[in-house]
C-alpha cells in the first residue's frame, strides 16, 4: 500500500470500513468525491479543532520535528457489485517523549477524529449507492 512507503504499520494505527453495495471504483469515485460539509458533526469536530474556518473545508496532515501522520483511503472489491471503504490513519513520534505527549492529546482528539472518519465513509457509501442505482 502507498501508505507503506510513508509511514511504518507498527506505530499507532486506527482503522475504519464501511461495506458498500457498489463497485470498488464507484466507491473510490465516491469516496475522493465526498463533500465533509454535508455533515453537521463533522463541521462541528473540525471547527472545534481549529482545523476548519465556517464555510470551507481543508485536508490537514501532520509533518513537524515530533511526529508524522499519514491517512488514507481505498476501496476493494468484495465481488461485481459490493466493495469494502477503508480508511487508515497512522502516527509516529520522533521520540518516546514525543509519543507520551501525542498519546495524551490523542485520548482527547481519538474519538472525534474517528467520529470524523466514520462519518465520512457512511457519506462516501451513500452517495456510492444512489450513483449505482442511477445507473
Same mark, same amino acid.
Do not use: W
Given at each position: 500500500m502507498l501508505i507503506d512507503e510513508?509511514?511504518?504499520? *507498527? +506505530?499507532?494505527?486506527?482503522?475504519?470500513h464501511a461495506i458498500v453495495r457498489a463497485p470498488a471504483a464507484r466507491t473510490y469515485e465516491a469516496i475522493r =468525491?465526498? *463533500?465533509?460539509? =454535508?455533515s453537521r458533526?463533522? =463541521?462541528?469536530?473540525?471547527?472545534?479543532r481549529g482545523l476548519l474556518r465556517?464555510?470551507?473545508?481543508r485536508s490537514v496532515t501532520i509533518d513537524d520535528?515530533?511526529?508524522?501522520?499519514?491517512? $488514507?483511503?481505498r476501496a476493494e472489491p468484495r465481488g461485481p457489485r459490493e466493495s469494502l471503504a477503508l480508511t487508515e490513519t497512522r502516527v509516529t513520534c $520522533? *521520540? +518516546?517523549?514525543?509519543?507520551?505527549k501525542f498519546v495524551r492529546y490523542w485520548r482527547i482528539v481519538g474519538?472525534?477524529?474517528?467520529?470524523?472518519?466514520? =462519518?465520512?465513509?457512511?457519506l462516501a457509501r451513500d452517495d456510492a449507492v444512489r450513483e449505482e442505482a442511477l445507473r
Open positions: 510513508f509511514l511504518p504499520p *507498527d +506505530e499507532m494505527v486506527s482503522r475504519h =468525491r465526498v *463533500d465533509l460539509g =454535508r458533526a463533522i =463541521r462541528l469536530l473540525l471547527m472545534v465556517p464555510g470551507s473545508a520535528a515530533l511526529r508524522r501522520a499519514a491517512v $488514507t483511503f $520522533t *521520540d +518516546e517523549a514525543a509519543r507520551r474519538p472525534g477524529s474517528a467520529l470524523i472518519r466514520r =462519518r465520512m465513509l457512511a
